[in-house]
């Protein structure tokens, strides 16, 4: 069993920042990738960015350089940092993992919200 828990999230002005931290929990294999989603109210979940174990990234077109995505292996722990933030980042975002073996995400975190206010 894998947990992920999530913190970071709140209220900030459009051209604000927050940073995201997900800690990851239980029978975590080493080699996986993390990644961080979000859902906006009646959309569906997308994909924000993620992070190989060897540091590899991608990003979302809409959030490529204003959105930085680490992790810190020892800690197993994964970081979203947030600059310039606009009112359309208004989602909850979640954390998830992906083991080696799989093509998709199998572990979630509960979601944080997050609210960019103009």
């Known amino acids: 069993q894998v947990q992920l828990v999530e913190s970071g999230g709140g209220l900030v002005q459009a051209g604000g920042s927050l940073r995201l931290s997900c800690a990851a929990s239980?029978?975590?294999?080493?080699?996986?990738?993390m990644g961080w989603y979000r859902q906006a109210p009646g959309k569906q979940r997308e994909l924000v960015a993620g992070i190989t174990y060897t540091g590899s990234t991608n990003y979302a077109d809409s959030v490529k350089g204003r959105f930085t995505i680490s992790r810190d292996n020892a800690k197993n722990t994964v970081y979203l940092q947030m600059n310039s933030l606009k009112p359309e980042d208004t989602a909850i975002y979640y954390c998830?993992?992906?083991?080696?073996?799989?093509?998709?995400?199998?572990?979630w975190g509960q979601g944080t919200q997050v609210t960019v206010s103009s």
């Open positions: 998830s993992l992906q083991p080696y073996y799989s093509t998709t995400p199998q572990y």
């Open positions: 239980g029978n975590i294999f080493a080699i996986n990738t």
